[in-house]
């Protein structure tokens, strides 16, 4: 009788850390479709993401993710800044996932995940330096790095901006298939990130 209720107890156990794991979304497949990634969110699509022209489907709901061994904190709903996970898709009739946006609205967690990537993947190109303090003595604009990887690209970049009068940086990460082109077709969307955030 001891066995069975330690066999109960162990499937227990290991049914809800399956349920605990987070997406890596350092590991994810671009073949996986971007419902498959998201299957366990509340997520909503659009069809233009504002820096690579490209659809986007996202969500706020970011406990079920992390990038290597970097967590995502959670904001409450209704807050204006909150932390979002989405996915780049080619365009609106393939729907094929063609890249990874990850928008984190806190400082340390910015941090973390320039710390991880420069440990990962070494040190990467400075497209723009963190802004001199303006005559105010105020850090405001932002900072951009990016690393070529052998069929993506990845840009960080981060913005010094002051909520309630605090310095507050946030980040977001683009990784982004080499091949997929902008929305206009006229170049990929990674040399137009790079030149978006190249002053």
Not at 20 to 33: R, Y
Not at 107 to 133: E, R
Not at 178 to 185: H, L
């Amino acid at each position: 009788m001891k066995k069975i209720v330690l066999i109960i107890l162990c499937f227990i156990m290991c049914v809800s850390c399956q349920s605990q794991q987070k997406t890596d979304l350092e590991k994810v497949d671009f073949a996986k479709g971007y419902k498959e990634v998201l299957k366990d969110t509340k997520y909503q699509t659009e069809a233009r993401e504002i820096v690579t022209t490209l659809p986007v489907a996202y969500t706020k709901d970011v406990a079920g993710f992390k990038f290597g061994n970097i967590t995502f904190p959670e904001h409450k709903e209704n807050n204006v800044k909150s932390s979002s996970v989405g996915l780049l898709i080619n365009n609106t009739t393939e729907r094929l996932t063609k890249g990874i946006k990850i928008e984190l609205e806190d400082t340390a967690a910015g941090n973390d995940l320039l710390a991880y990537l420069k440990s990962q993947y070494k040190n990467p190109k400075v497209l723009a330096g963190i802004p001199a303090k303006n005559s105010e003595g105020k850090v405001l604009g932002n900072a951009a790095y990016s690393w070529n990887l052998k069929d993506k690209t990845m840009v960080l970049v981060q913005y010094y901006e002051y909520t309630n009068n605090k310095p507050n940086t946030s980040s977001v990460l683009y990784i982004v298939d080499n091949q997929v082109k902008t929305a206009d077709g006229q170049e990929t969307a990674a040399s137009h990130l790079i030149k978006t955030y190249t002053p």
